[in-house]
Every structure is written in C-alpha cells, then in structure tokens.
C-alpha cells in the first residue's frame, strides 16, 4: 500500500483481505459457518468487551489465522499491512507442520512469553473457542474431547491473562458457562 491508511482503513482492509483468504474455509462446526466470522468476532470481542481501540492489534486479530490457515506468508503482511501487524500474527500463529500433541504445548508456552498485545488476540481467540465447544462444536467431537478443549484453552489463557480485567472476566464467564453445559 502506498498510501498511509487511517485507523479505520486498517481496520477494513485487514476484513477485506481476511475475507479473501478465508473465503473457501468454514468452521469445522456443524453450523458450518464462514471462517471469517471467527477472527471478525475476535477483533469484536476486543473492542467491546477489552475497549482495544488500538487498530494495529485489532487488524491483527482480524488477520490472526491468515498464516496458520492460508497460503498468507508474513512478508505479504508486512507488505500491505506493516512490520509490527505482520509481527503480531506471527506470534500468536502454530507451526503446522508440528504433531498436533507438540503444537498444543507450544501454544501454551508461546503465548505465555508473548507481547502483551498477542496475548490479548489469543485470549480473545480462546474466549471464541471455548465458546464455540458449546454453541458450534465439530460435528465429530465427543464430549470428551469437548472437554479437554477446555483444559487446554484454560491453560493458554492462564499465560494470557492479566492485562486487561474485563477480557479476563469474560474468558472466566465462557469458560464456566462451557463447563457448566459440558459436565
Ligand atoms: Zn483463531
């Protein structure tokens, strides 16, 4: 991009591109919902319940799977984006080429020493996780494995926690609401 964007043009070129690039994804929930809706309520999450208004860490969590879940390399971030966007979604971004059981635990120790604003994106990512075990789960999950999704996006979000007290509490209230439907 040649020309500097305002907060808002950010904000809506990282929806437009994400869109783009997710536009052959669904969820692997049974609602079969659009991937995009995924990383858009993230960035909504931060906004409304976080008061994040900064717009590089709110493009950032619009773009948070483009890595991990396209062909998007972090180069073409940098590119259309900037340095410190690119950056971030590298963070808070899996290696896929790991064993899913390496990738998990990586995940807990990545976010756990992350940046503080990577560490808001995956705790709003959990948040939207955990919530969706219970309104939107995979169609060939048990209740087990239900279950131990929430294990493990607790242990992330305890490495996330701790900078922002609304988006923690809102974590806490998912993940007890998860529970509470789980048991
Ligand atoms: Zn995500």
Request: with cysteine.
């Amino acid at each position: 991009m040649t020309t500097k964007l305002s907060d808002l043009g950010l904000v809506l070129a990282a929806a437009h591109f994400s869109a783009d690039k997710h536009r052959d994804q669904r969820r692997k929930g049974s609602r079969n919902t659009p991937y995009i809706n995924h990383p858009l309520e993230v960035a909504e999450r931060l906004n409304r319940i976080g008061g994040i208004e900064d717009a590089t860490v709110l493009a950032a969590a619009i773009l948070h799977d483009t890595i991990e879940d396209t062909e998007t390399t972090a180069a073409e971030l940098s590119r259309l984006f900037g340095a410190d966007i690119a950056a971030l979604v590298e963070e808070v971004s899996d290696d896929k080429d790991l064993h899913w059981r390496d990738r998990k635990r990586l995940e807990i120790e990545h976010s756990a020493q992350a940046s503080p604003a990577a560490r808001l994106i995956k705790l709003s990512d959990k948040t939207s996780n955990v919530a969706d075990t219970v309104a939107n789960p995979p169609g060939d999950w048990t209740l087990q494995r239900r279950r131990d999704y929430l294990t493990f996006a607790e242990k992330v979000a305890d490495g996330c926690r701790g900078l922002n007290g609304q988006l923690d509490a809102e974590f806490d209230r998912i993940l007890a609401e998860a529970r509470g439907k789980l048991r």
